[in-house]
């Protein structure tokens, strides 16, 4: 069989650059070599979200950006996760072999837990709709930022353990996890994320991108400071869309005084913003033709189907079902 890649991302806000490096790039440039599963994770969503309209424009807005980012759906398959309701059932059964003491570990739940907010049972049993997720495609490789290993493993504990009780049945996948990008940093300088506020949507029109991009945290050196670019958050972001020639001249720069923050952080701007221009143009596009986003989804939905079911029919027949 063809590898196959399979990744998700909720629909609970605008993506981030976070996502754009950590997930949809590396997910995206597996088009060339292998068959592509990619999903909005909208039923992973209602385990926070509680408004249903923008639920529904934010799973249209997570495909856009799927759409805008590369995906050819010529080539891969997009669906929301809600239009192939065969993982929930694929997630009890496996509920059934997961101990509980492996979702107590999951670090999503420990945290929510931690922080003393009112925990719902979706949050404490999401690792094992995300297993579900993962093995009803039979999916060999995952690409995550890091975050997510923690879910990947507990998967593959998922799969060992089905396939050790009822013989070879699910696929055991790999995380995918580039080093370089595995944690992206936010305006603040902790790891960027929706929870934390301090993200920079991959989409925002130019001139809302560069205020973003001018209100990056950094230390109150002067111009004509010397200043060190590896402990710079602008200059740790600047690494990972620029090229080797632009990261050595910039780090020069900053090195031999007189390049004020402002200036590195105009220089980030354009380099990220001319990277950006040209999906967003597409990304624009298709937000002001949304039945063409709706459209592009039930197709993906009734392919990606198909492929769920079949392993549905495995995985309860070896179950006795
Ligand atoms: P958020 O933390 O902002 O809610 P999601 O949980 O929706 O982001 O993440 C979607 C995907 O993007 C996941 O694979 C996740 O690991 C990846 N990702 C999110 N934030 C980052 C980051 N700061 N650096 C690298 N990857 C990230
Ligand atoms: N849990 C992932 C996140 O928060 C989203 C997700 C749901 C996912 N199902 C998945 C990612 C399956 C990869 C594979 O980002």
């Known amino acids: 069989m063809a590898q196959r890649t399979l990744t998700g991302i909720k629909p609970t806000g605008m993506p981030h650059i976070g996502n754009l490096l950590g997930m949809y790039r590396p997910a995206l440039a597996r088009q060339q070599e292998s068959e592509c599963f990619f999903f909005v994770a909208s039923y992973h969503a209602l385990t926070t979200m509680r408004d249903p309209a923008l639920l529904r424009d934010q799973t249209l807005d997570v495909a856009a950006n799927w759409l805008a980012l590369g995906l050819d759906p010529s080539r891969s398959v997009i669906w929301s996760q809600h239009d192939v309701p065969e993982v929930t059932e694929l997630a009890w059964i496996l509920s059934c072999i997961t101990s509980k003491g492996m979702t107590d570990k999951a670090h999503a739940f420990k945290d929510a837990v931690a922080k003393g907010l009112d925990?719902?049972?979706?949050?404490?049993?999401?690792?094992?709709?995300?297993?579900?997720?993962?093995?009803?495609?039979?999916?060999?490789?995952?690409?995550?930022?890091?975050d997510q290993k923690q879910h990947v493993e507990m998967t593959r504990d998922m799969a060992q353990r089905f396939n050790h009780l009822f013989g070879e049945t699910l696929v055991v996948p790999e995380p995918l996890i580039r080093d370089d990008v595995a944690t992206v940093p936010g305006l603040d300088g902790q790891k960027m994320s929706k929870s934390y506020g301090n993200t920079i949507e991959i989409f925002l029109p130019p001139k809302k991108l560069r205020k973003k991009f001018m209100s990056i945290v950094t230390d109150s050196k002067g111009v004509d400071d010397p200043k060190d670019p590896e402990s710079c958050n602008v200059f740790g972001l600047y690494k990972l869309f620029a090229t080797e020639e632009q990261q050595q001249d910039l780090a020069e720069q900053y090195r031999a005084g007189g390049l004020g923050y402002g200036h590195a952080k105009q220089a980030l701007f354009e380099v990220v913003d001319e990277q950006l221009a040209e999906p967003r143009e597409k990304y624009n596009e298709l937000k002001a033709n949304p039945d063409e986003i709706r459209a592009v989804l039930e197709d993906g939905s009734n392919r990606a189907r198909t492929v769920a079911r079949a392993t549905i029919d495995r995985v309860r027949s070896a179950v006795g079902l």
């Open 119 to 146: 925990v719902n049972v979706g949050l404490y049993t999401y690792p094992i709709l995300m297993a579900a997720d993962i093995l009803a495609f039979d999916s060999h490789v995952v690409p995550v930022g890091k």
